[in-house]
């Protein structure tokens, strides 16, 4: 694979909104695309914080369960 080096300038516009941008000539035509390299070290874990005991719990548990049909059911009839 061939390698391009940027300058600081062009580093910064391509990382600026972290996220996929598109390149374009002086044109506007696209010529590629770039997804900057995310490192997960960063972002903060935002999923439930649940713990294995509870989650063992709910997996024994005899309560009732509900699919997804039926949850999406309930709601459309409130």
């Given at each position: 694979?061939?390698?391009?080096?940027?300058?600081?300038?062009?580093?910064?516009?391509?990382?600026?909104?972290?996220?996929?941008?598109?390149?374009?000539?002086?044109?506007?035509?696209v010529i590629?695309?770039?997804?900057?390299k995310m490192?997960?070290?960063?972002?903060?874990?935002?999923?439930?914080?649940?713990?294995?005991?509870?989650?063992e719990r709910?997996?024994?548990?005899?309560?009732?369960?509900?699919?997804?049909?039926?949850?999406?059911?309930?709601?459309?009839?409130?």
């Open positions: 694979m061939n390698r391009i080096n940027l300058d600081a300038a062009m580093v910064e516009k391509l990382l600026g909104p972290m996220q996929p941008v598109e390149v374009c000539d002086e044109l506007g035509n590629g695309f770039f997804s900057p490192d997960a070290s960063q972002f903060e874990d935002v999923g439930p914080k649940i713990s294995d005991e509870e989650i709910r997996l024994n548990s005899k309560e009732r369960r509900y699919s997804t049909a039926e949850v999406l059911r309930h709601l459309e009839n409130k």
